[in-house]
């Protein structure tokens, strides 16, 4: 077994000694479990993209035939956000107000 020396303050080795002694452990062993416990707790704990959430969750479905058909695989992002970015005409939430009309 390999062994660090980790320096604390005062406080939080007083801290740490209080609670090893109320489960009955030395500071060592107690310190050695939560250290353990923590590196498990972030490799459970890996960051999730948005879409990763959705699928878990159930709430995305795979694009339908129609949709994957109109995908054009040439075309980058790059390229479709520079075309978005030409394209005349009020933005989008300015359509819809002007569609649901005025709420006065």
């Known amino acids: 077994m390999s062994s660090i020396t980790i320096d604390l303050p005062t406080e939080t080795y007083k801290r740490l000694e209080a609670q090893a002694r109320s489960i009955g452990q030395d500071p060592a062993t107690l310190s050695r479990n939560l250290l353990v416990?923590?590196?498990?707790?972030?490799?459970?704990?890996?960051a999730q993209t948005a879409g990763e959430l959705l699928r878990a969750?159930?709430?995305?479905?795979?694009?339908?035939?129609?949709?994957r058909d109109k995908i054009i695989p040439a075309v980058t992002l790059e390229e479709t956000r520079a075309i978005l970015k030409q394209a005349s005409g009020p933005p989008l939430s300015e359509i819809i107000e002007d569609q649901r009309g005025s709420k006065a």
Do not use: D, H, N
């Open 37 to 46: 416990s923590a590196l498990q707790g972030c490799e459970t704990a890996r």
């Open 57 to 67: 969750a159930g709430r995305v479905r795979p694009l339908s035939k129609t949709l």
